[in-house]
């Protein structure tokens, strides 16, 4: 059978892509990538929280699927909204990268380390939330673009104040010209694409997901530090990829890629975000993970400004994951959390509709796990 699979076309989508296509080639089937520019990639000097309902990346690759123009489409499971079509499904989900934040810097510095007004750069009200919510005394500024993209932006202004450095050290006789040319030719090659960049703002900072930066090849080329996920909590489904397709014989296909243990912690996110009403891009972190018969999840949802913030964790049955996930939602909610969600999607520069669905998709039958005496679907 072959299989055509819709991407959005940035170096880190055709990666991920080109991981699945691999999984499926590995099972003796043709697979070719299809890149599809999407809602998010047209619209370039928008943050997503402003690109309206979630799912910037993701619609118009669904659209291709559900109109039969391709087969399946790949996706960055935590870019994925709530709300669903009917008879579209993840068909799988493969195993999970590292699912949390890592803050990266020029220099190495850590998180209690960056002086007073730093300033640190993220699309995400979710990271935003956080870092205000851990300290008052930071500056953080919005940033755009793909992973190298921001990168770059990042590494620009001292690198440039260091070939300025000893360029005036050429021009005063200390260093030869070819001391410069040999400096630039042992930059990586981010690090040349930085030297040529404009940059408006300077960034001590940027809070980026590890899985990205791993999959782009770029984690051993920047200075970084985790964020423990239990305190700075991870959007739901970061860090894995899922493949959608229509119910039936696609979906089925893929089962031989989907990987059990991820697909449980994800359902666990995702049912929690949903019962949140979480598509509107609130400020919500849930992080599951499963560890032996349970799956320790930890929910942080906040004020858009990070003062207000109501956080719990709970290690959920995982032969019971999809009605401990709910519960686990209603007890945040009977906290205040439904409040916190509605204030950040009232407000109206992040363009989320009042009336949208938060509904989880439908997911096709599963093997259950070697640690679940049932199904995994709850």
């Known amino acids: 059978m072959d299989i055509r699979l819709a991407t959005r076309g940035s170096e880190l989508a055709v990666r991920q892509a080109g991981t699945v296509k691999d999984r499926l080639s590995n099972r003796r089937r043709s697979v070719e990538l299809v890149e599809v520019e999407t809602k998010g990639d047209q619209i370039q000097d928008e943050l997503l929280h402003r690109l309206g309902k979630t799912g910037a990346f993701v619609r118009t690759l669904d659209e291709q699927v559900l109109a039969g123009e391709l ?5 960055s499971m935590k870019d994925m909204p709530t709300e669903f079509p009917e008879n579209l499904v993840v068909g799988a989900v493969l195993e999970r990268g590292p699912a ?6 020029p220099d190495g510095a850590s998180f209690d380390e960056l002086p007073d007004g730093a300033t640190i750069g993220t699309g995400s009200l979710r990271r935003t939330a956080q870092l205000n919510a851990q ?3 930071v500056n953080v500024e919005p940033i755009r673009g793909n992973v190298d993209t921001r990168i770059e932006k990042l590494l620009a202004p001292s690198l440039q104040r260091e070939h300025e450095r000893r360029v005036e050290k050429v021009e005063n006789g200390e260093l030869g010209q070819g001391a410069v040319d040999e400096w630039f030719e042992d930059r990586s090659p981010i690090e040349q694409r ?4 404009d940059v408006d703002t300077e960034y001590d900072a ?3 997901a ?3 930066l ?11 530090g985790r964020f423990d996920p239990e305190r700075f909590v991870p959007a739901a489904g970061q860090g894995a990829i899922a493949v959608t397709a229509p119910d039936g014989e696609m979906a089925e296909l893929l089962t031989d890629i989907d990987h059990p243990r991820t ?3 994800t359902t666990v996110e995702r049912t929690i975000l949903a019962e949140l009403n979480g598509g509107c891009i609130a400020p919500i972190g849930v992080y599951a993970v499963v560890r032996g018969q349970y799956v320790h999840t930890v929910a942080r949802v906040l004020s858009v400004d990070g003062e207000e913030s109501i956080q719990t964790s709970r290690d959920i049955p995982i032969a019971t994951h999809g009605r401990g996930a709910v519960r686990l939602a209603e007890e945040l909610i009977d906290r205040g959390a439904d409040e916190l969600v509605e204030d950040a999607s009232a407000k109206p520069e992040d363009g989320c509709s009042q009336t949208q669905a938060a509904r989880a998709p439908r997911t096709p039958q599963r093997a259950a796990l070697p640690t679940e005496p049932g199904s995994m679907r709850s």
């Open 194 to 197: 930085a030297l040529e960049r």
């Open 210 to 212: 590890e899985a990205g």
């Open 214 to 224: 791993e999959r782009s090849g770029l984690l051993h080329h920047v200075a970084f």
């Open 71 to 75: 087969d399946a489409a790949v996706h």
């Open 263 to 265: 697909r449980v912690e």
């Open 100 to 105: 949390g934040d890592v803050l990266v810097t």
């Open 206 to 208: 940027l809070v980026m």
């Open 135 to 137: 300290r008052d005394d």
